[in-house]
């Protein structure tokens, strides 16, 4: 728990969801920065704990995150597989629901005036944004495919001086999949973005 952050929820620990601490502070403190310029855009947010950090930032700010998910799980998430979690799985409907979580955890959280859900996929509710964004913080699937939507699909609305985020980076492929390392590599190419820092596998880059 990071005790350095203000109305941070005592049982923040407890919110499903995976992020450690250090990458949870940078998050926080990215956010802070970038809040009273922009609107932050969060894309996978499952149950809403990196979203709470990026929420009490971007609330000093006066700031807005929107927080895109489909809330049905990504790949790892579903039935059969590791990262499964069965309290997250509507019996009834068949699919994961993390949505109805994600909503809990806002709202106990007092963040409902500053997190505005998305409830869709990526490519869905990018096709007619038009929005500058201050921050991108790409924590989606992890298929090659799902990374390389996100990537495109939100990058090229991030404004100069704004901030992408990446969750996920594994330079290694026996440490996680390798797809949010290469779109971490595919922006440092690209010439568009400068490398900020990384912290443990959050890589955080500016917009040039
Ligand atoms: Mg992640």
Redesign the pocket.
Known sequence: MNRTIPDLPEDIDNIK???ADDEALALYEAAYEMASTGPILEI?S?CGK?TIYLGLAARHGSGTVYALDHHRGSEEHQQGEFFHDPDLYDADGKQMDTFREFRRNMHRAGLNDTVVPVVSDSNTAARDWQTPLAMVFI?GG?SLDAALTDYRCWTPHLRRGGILAI??IFTHAHAGGQA?HAIYQMALASGLFEGIERVN?LGLLRRV
């Open positions: 969801g995976f992020l996978g499952y990196s924590d992890h969750h996920d949010p596998s």
